[in-house]
């Protein structure tokens, strides 16, 4: 089956501009996650969708925002882009609701660079 | 979330067993313990989880602790594709919708 899909794989954007990033989980998973890494801080969580509901937050400035569809598919917004925006942001899909008892699956994430 | 300890690295060779070692001494009983790997230029891989009893699946073993204060992620025959960052990670029982990752592992394995 198809894996987690995040597009496009790699973006330069410009300090100031905005960024949207899209994913689409596993056929059939509902909860969706995405995740921030960087060298210096490693992965950090940034927000969980189950039904098109945010069930949980990171602790990430309100620059940061998600969505998910109907169809479970998410995509996540970048607006007035700085420089330590830059990242790898991995999206993440689960099947269950209680995602303590099932592990989620990770997509290849989308490298953001910010000049 | 309780947190997890793990050594920085460890060095493995080519189809020895590995076992990577996770102290959570802080654990709760509902928490449960996962882990997840990375492998260079991609995203984590769930590799396996656990509540109490010892678990096993196609990738790997999970040994938990009696007192469940550490458990033990065994690779039982290391290949040069299992080279990645392990992480051990704890997760609240139905409520706790995110991951919290550590620094982890760096698994080096020598051919």
């Known amino acids: 089956k198809a894996g987690v899909t995040q597009t496009p794989r790699y973006l330069i954007k410009t300090r100031g501009q905005q960024v949207t990033l899209s994913c689409s989980p596993i056929s059939g998973h509902r909860s969706v996650s995405w995740y921030q890494q960087t060298p210096g801080q490693g992965l950090q969580f940034l927000f969980e969708y189950f039904s098109e509901t945010q069930r949980n937050k990171g602790n990430f400035p309100g620059r940061f925002s998600g969505r998910q569809f109907s169809n479970s598919r998410s995509e996540m917004n970048v607006s007035t882009l700085e420089l330590g925006d830059s990242a790898l942001y991995l999206c993440?899909?689960?099947?269950?609701?209680?995602?303590?008892?099932?592990?989620?699956?990770f997509g290849s994430g989308t490298r953001l660079t910010v000049v | 979330d309780a947190k997890t300890t793990q050594p920085n690295s460890m060095e493995s060779n080519e189809e020895e067993p590995v076992h990577l070692p996770c102290n959570h001494s802080?654990?709760?009983?509902?928490?449960?313990i996962h882990w997840y790997r990375q492998l260079p230029s991609q995203g984590p891989e769930y590799v396996i989880h656990g509540l109490t009893s010892n678990v096993n699946n196609r990738m790997a073993s999970l040994a938990i602790a009696e007192d469940r204060k550490s458990s033990t992620l065994i690779l039982h025959r290391a290949t040069l594709r299992d080279a990645a960052v392990y992480y051990c990670i704890l997760r609240i029982g139905g409520s706790n919708y995110k991951l919290t990752f550590g620094k982890g592992t760096l698994l080096t394995v020598n051919p």
């Open positions: 802080t654990i709760s009983g509902t928490d449960y």
């Open positions: 993440a899909s689960s099947l269950l609701s209680r995602v303590s008892e099932d592990g989620y699956t």
